[in-house]
């Protein structure tokens, strides 16, 4: 009887084990949505220094990215090779899905930046706009090759319609 039950038990315990089945706890991280920036990404031609030199001075625009959703620019004409007539300093910047040219020009606009949303933008083109701003109201940048942009700006000056444009080079 006690081969018996020693086997019975035997089998018993190798049913209990054999039927067994693991179960394996796996801990998932769950981190933060990894951010995108499409827009920025669509700028990203912008970057780098760009130029024109013409009898009535030199032109310099130049973009650095601050980090994934901020570019800088900053732009100087120079007359007469020394003589820094106009400057501005730009962040561009994405939130959210909202894309904003924040331009900052010394002695205008009480010492302010004014804002200018996107309106548009393609692989090529950029336009941002304030309706609210005098000159300029819009500010359209157009890609012509990997070398080449051209900035216009639109707005009203003494009543009028007016419109100024830069083409510049990669330098």
């Known amino acids: 009887m006690k081969k018996t039950t020693l086997i019975l038990s035997a089998v018993m315990l190798y049913s209990l084990f054999s ?23 669509k700028t990203n031609w912008l970057i780098g220094n760009w ?9 310099t625009e130049t973009w650095t990215k601050a980090n994934d959703s901020v570019y800088k620019g900053e732009t100087y004409f120079v007359v007469g090779g020394k003589d820094t007539v106009f400057s501005e300093k730009v962040d561009l910047v994405q939130e959210n899905d909202k894309l904003t040219y924040i331009v900052s020009v010394p002695g205008q606009n009480n010492e302010k930046p004014v804002r200018f949303d996107m309106t548009s933008i393609s692989d090529t083109t950029i336009i941002f706009e304030n309706p609210a701003h005098d000159y300029p109201n819009k500010i359209v940048y157009n890609k012509i090759g990997n070398d080449s942009v051209v900035a216009e700006i639109f707005g009203t000056q003494k009543g009028k319609p007016a419109t100024e444009k830069f083409a510049m080079k990669k330098q």
């Open 19 to 41: 039927c067994k089945q693991e179960t394996k706890v796996t801990e998932t991280k769950t981190s933060a949505p990894v951010k995108t920036y499409v827009h920025m990404d």
């Open 51 to 59: 130029g024109h030199t013409s009898k009535e001075g030199s032109l």
